[in-house]
């Protein structure tokens, strides 16, 4: 059984800067990760994906530029590097992990398509 843990949320400043980890245990990176992150009263977006190549990365509109999805296939990690926090950002962040490096394309921000979600970690952006 594939297992997804997520670590690295906090509290920062608008401006700040925050990293999330997504480890994969008992599983490989040969497949699509990806983050995502819901908000109260919002619905689950797609935030960023990396397939097992580590490229194409996909990043949603929202955060280009700002946010960057990486992978270190050697630790079984990916991670989300995020920048220039606004108050918007403020979310549950979600790693997700697809059944195949086909999860990502043009779909890879559809929550439906992936398969293993940790528990989520809870970023929060004052102003």
């Known amino acids: 059984q594939v297992q997804v843990v997520e670590s690295g949320g906090g509290s920062v400043q608008a401006g700040g800067s925050l990293r999330l980890s997504c480890m994969l245990s008992r599983g490989t990176l040969r497949r699509c990760m990806g983050w995502f992150r819901q908000a109260p009263g919002k619905e689950r977006e797609g935030v960023a994906a990396?397939?097992?190549?580590?490229?194409?990365?996909y990043h949603a509109d929202s955060v280009k530029g700002r946010f960057t999805v990486t992978q270190d296939n050697a630790l079984n990690t990916v991670y989300l590097e995020m920048n220039a926090l606004v108050p918007e950002d403020t979310a549950m962040y979600y790693c997700?992990?697809?059944?195949?490096?086909?999860?990502?394309?043009?779909?890879?921000?559809?929550?439906?398509?992936?398969?293993?979600w940790g528990q989520g970690t809870q970023v929060t952006v004052s102003s």
């Open positions: 990396v397939p097992s190549g580590g490229s194409p990365l």
């Open positions: 997700a992990a697809g059944p195949s490096f086909a999860t990502c394309g043009g779909y890879w921000y559809r929550s439906d398509r992936y398969s293993y």
